[in-house]
């Protein structure tokens, strides 16, 4: 489908696999015209606390890699509006 508007569609590729990502990259700057590249990968790959769970590791903010995410205390008061 991606041909039918122009484009020149590779893929999909293991995005994890840096052997095979760089040179397929590499081969695409040098094509002529657009290029759609279709790269996989897992969300938390090498780290594994965010391995198990993807979700809470989707935007965590600052965290400490060693222990992963600390719940913020809880507060008497609820949060002030940001509105």
């Known amino acids: 489908i991606f041909e039918e508007f122009g484009f020149n569609y590779v ?3 293991d995005g994890h ?8 990259l590499e ?6 015209g ?3 590249l279709h790269v996989v990968t897992k969300k ?9 769970d ?3 590791y989707h935007g965590p903010g600052k965290f400490d ?3 992963g995410l600390v719940k913020a205390p809880a507060t ?7 509105f």
Do not use: H
Not at 44 to 52: D, I, P, Q, S, T
């Open 11 to 13: 893929g999909p590729i």
């Open 17 to 24: 696999d840096l052997d095979s990502l760089i040179p397929t």
């Open 27 to 32: 081969n695409l700057r040098d094509l002529g």
């Open 34 to 36: 657009p290029q759609f």
């Open 44 to 52: 938390g790959y090498g780290y594994k606390l965010a391995e198990a």
């Open 54 to 56: 993807p979700i809470a």
């Open 65 to 67: 890699p060693a222990v």
């Open 76 to 82: 008497a008061e609820p949060p002030k509006p940001t």
